[in-house]
């Protein structure tokens, strides 16, 4: 199970990451939403793997999960899932602003000559 | 083990965050479309922090670190604010600045979209939270709370480009927040704790095959502070984004850059300072030789600058070298010298940013580019304030500029390497004043005639007097930082002293029993 949670988290970090570092504005927002699911998978394991275990005092188990990774993982869902609705509607109103989803603010080439040639042909 | 109820002074802690929370709450939900009425209870809350925040220096300046424990929960557990010297001088910082912004707001900046003062106050909340707690996660939190407002602040009064700059702003302040969650995850993992003093008394004892975690996760949430203090590499966003906001929105930004160096501060002497064993000193090797490399940027950036508004900006990521080269030395002289010059480049910024502000509408077409411009109406009084506002950002006696720069120099005289900070730190300096010269000498001196019609605009905007009295009020308190040199920097060097007293801080905060285990106490304990 801890191949699998590391290579996931791995994973989606990676793909977050490959994400942000492009152009255009959608998938930098898709890069930013890979990158909090990265880490809220990541804080839920900074408590350690725990199978079958409550978080709550209980007068008849002995062993417990460590219930503040929970509390913190909320607290960064809600705020990851708030900025999220934010870059959206920001992208959104750039992109209708200035005609371009680059997120440089540049355009891109338009079509050549040739490209539109080889439209009609 | 519940700690002792709060004192009315010691109660007044929560205040500053309460305090603008209330406001912006209260402005928003009953007087979402009264801008007379935001104004009025902006500015009076904002006046009212800085009493509130004069009050807590005075308490934090004759008594020890005193702790808030939240909900009176006992502190490792609890969520505790601390107020400390080195928190209350940045309270009273922001207090000050905050009130500046909102003054200069009403000249106009704040009808020019909506929610201008309850996002002024919101921010307002979140830099006071976050120089207040004493909470890693807690930090986290706060960051958000003030960069939430910013995002706010950074588009008011819209156009293609704030737009577009916010949009990066946004995603690389995100990606910043995720790094700081991966950072606070990796540290929670390896020591079980939060509290920024519990961590102090458990980073020296963690086992040896965790240290390697431990080391990641400190160097992580260097580089999300580093990226806040806009720390070469990780500068690139300031530019675009202080240069596309409005003005007294990036004169409020000022302080953001300075919770960067704050933290920095506050959590590699605290949790990595001398006491943390294997990783003591965990920042050192990396924050003095990027901010040297700050410096050389920041300053290229200013002579390379072909508007005032990115003249600023580059001098804002100049002074931030300049302040982390000495808070890049954690020893007590440069951590002094260094928040004396914290708190001049913060006026000092504010008031450049708001004078370009002022500047800019009178130059019709040319606007804040560096260019020559028919003469401007009152020429002499915005020639007078620009030449101050560079006397005291480049750092020329007689300004307060001039002694932080003094200071730092001293500080560093008998570091290793010292010749080469000091020729970094000269050198650009040079290089800036060149700068701002030439800015000045263009926009200034340089006029030429104004064709006929086109007379039209620059001539119906007339300054307005309420912003220009701002701006000089900030000017003249970098002179009379200046003035007052003696006194500041005797409080400042009883605020580092207090700064490196980490066990103070520890003994503070914690229970008894938990405070005994720090590397510290736990000697004093074994002797009887």
């Given amino acids: 199970m801890e191949l699998l949670v590391a290579a996931s988290i791995g994973i989606l970090t990676a793909v977050g990451v490959w994400l942000l570092l492009r152009l255009h504005s959608f998938p930098v927002i898709v890069g930013t939403i890979f990158l909090s699911y990265a880490v809220n998978l990541f804080l839920f394991a900074m408590g350690r793997l725990a199978i079958d275990q409550p978080p709550i005092v209980d007068p008849a188990v002995t062993a417990y999960t460590d219930p503040l990774p929970q509390a913190l993982v909320l607290t960064a869902i809600v705020i990851s899932f708030g900025m999220t609705a934010l870059i959206v509607v920001l992208a959104l109103r750039a992109f209708l602003e200035t005609g371009t989803d680059r997120v440089d603010g540049g355009r891109d080439e338009p079509p050549t000559v040739a490209d539109r040639a080889g439209e009609r042909l | 083990m519940t700690p002792p109820l709060p004192s009315p002074a010691t109660a007044a802690i929560v205040l500053p965050i309460v305090l603008p929370a209330l ?118 939190v706060f960051f958000e709370g003030m960069l939430i407002a910013s995002y706010g602040l950074m588009l008011h009064g819209g156009g293609p480009r704030r737009l577009t700059a916010g949009l990066s702003y946004v995603a690389i302040n995100l990606t910043g927040s995720t790094l700081f969650l991966f950072a606070v995850g990796l540290i929670y993992a390896v020591t079980g704790t939060l509290n920024m003093a519990d961590l102090a008394a458990r980073v020296a004892t963690v086992a ?197 720069k003094l200071l730092v120099l001293d500080a560093t005289g008998a570091a290793p390497g010292a010749a080469i900070v000091w020729t970094v730190l000269l050198g650009t300096s040079l290089v800036v004043i060149l700068g701002f010269a030439r800015a000045g000498s263009t926009v200034f001196w340089k006029t030429r005639p104004a064709p006929a019609a086109a007379a039209g605009p620059a001539a119906a905007a007339r300054p307005r007097g309420g912003p220009v009295a701002v701006c000089a009020a900030l000017l003249a308190a970098t002179a009379a930082l200046a003035l007052f040199a003696g006194p500041v920097t005797a409080e400042l060097d009883a605020t580092a002293r207090q700064v490196f007293d980490t066990a103070a801080y520890r003994r503070a905060v914690l229970p008894p029993q938990a405070a005994a285990a720090a590397p510290g106490a736990a000697a004093a304990e074994a002797t009887p």
């Fill in chain 2, 23 to 140: 406001t912006a709450a209260v402005m928003v939900l009953a007087f979402r479309h009264r801008r007379a009425v935001q104004r009025i209870l902006s500015v009076g809350a904002a006046a009212a922090l800085l009493a509130v925040a004069i009050g807590l220096y005075a308490v934090a300046r004759d008594g020890d670190v005193a702790p808030y424990y939240l909900g009176h929960w006992p502190a490792p557990f609890g969520i505790v604010l601390v107020l400390d010297r080195l928190s209350a001088t940045m309270l009273v910082l922001t207090a000050a600045l905050g009130l500046a912004v909102a003054i200069h707001s009403l000249g106009g900046w704040d009808a020019r979209g909506r929610h201008f003062h309850p996002l002024l106050q919101f921010q307002l909340m979140g830099l006071n939270g976050a120089f207040l707690t004493g909470d890693v996660f807690n930090l986290f």
């Fill in chain 2, 208 to 404: 040896p095959g965790d240290e390697a975690l431990l080391r990641t996760g400190a160097l992580l949430l260097l580089v999300v502070f580093g990226l806040k203090a806009a720390l070469v590499p990780l500068h690139w966003w300031l530019p675009g984004a202080y240069g596309a906001a409005a003005g007294p929105v990036a004169a409020l930004f000022m302080i953001m850059t300075k919770v960067g160096a704050y933290s920095i501060l506050r959590v590699y002497v605290l949790v990595f300072g001398a006491d943390a064993g294997a990783v003591a000193g965990l920042a050192a090797p990396y924050v003095l030789p990027a901010a040297l490399a700050t410096l050389v940027v920041g300053a290229a950036g200013v002579l390379a600058s072909r508007t005032l508004a990115a003249l600023a900006c580059f001098a804002v990521v100049w002074s931030m070298g300049s302040l982390l080269v000495a808070f890049g030395l954690f020893d007590h002289a440069g951590v002094a010298a260094g928040l004396y010059y914290l708190v001049h480049s913060t006026v000092a910024g504010a008031a450049l940013f708001l004078l370009v502000d002022v500047l800019s509408p009178l130059r019709g077409r040319a606007a804040d580019r560096i260019v020559p411009t028919p003469p401007l109406p009152s020429a002499a009084l915005f020639s007078g304030l620009f030449f101050v506002a560079a006397i005291a950002v480049a750092g020329l006696p007689p300004l307060s500029g001039f002694l932080g």
